[in-house]
Nanobody, 120 residues
Framework: QVQLVESGGGLVQPGGTLRLSCAAS????????MSWYRQAPGKQRELVAY???????HYADSVKGRFTISRDNAKNTVHLQMNSLKPEDTAVYYC??????????????WGQGTQVTVSS
């Protein structure tokens, strides 16, 4: 019913930048909130950044001042601008959306994940 497709991951040197994008499509009436999570090898998935509709964005302490989340409500997209990347930012990054659908009510949807590797 709803698909989230991420793009923008890759390999970058420490101190570099990447911009992740996620586009939601399908039976979407509205999206309450969009978020980015990440999961490093051997670790639990963690919230990186969160942006509700019309509210303040929120960041994990580890990325504050370096990452910026933004969304385009008209296009059902969310972006994550990542600056001053560190090796500890290496992980698979997942897009998440809290979606109100036309056919199935409210649900949580995830993207397939995009790999971000920070290494020299």
């Amino acid at each position: 019913q709803v698909q989230l497709v991420e793009s923008g991951g890759g390999l970058v040197q420490p101190g570099g930048t990447l911009r992740l994008s996620c586009a939601a499509s399908g039976s979407i009436f509205s999206i309450s909130a969009m978020s980015w999570y990440r999961q490093a090898p051997g670790k639990q998935r963690e919230l990186v950044a969160y942006i509700p509709t019309g509210g303040s964005d929120h960041y994990a302490d580890s990325v504050k001042g370096r990452f910026t989340i933004s969304r385009d409500n008209a296009k059902n997209t969310v972006h994550l601008q990542m600056n001053s990347l560190k090796p500890e930012d290496t992980a698979v990054y997942y897009c998440h959306a809290d979606v109100n659908t036309w056919s199935h009510g409210r649900g949580d949807y995830w993207g397939q994940g995009t790999q971000v590797t920070v290494s020299s």
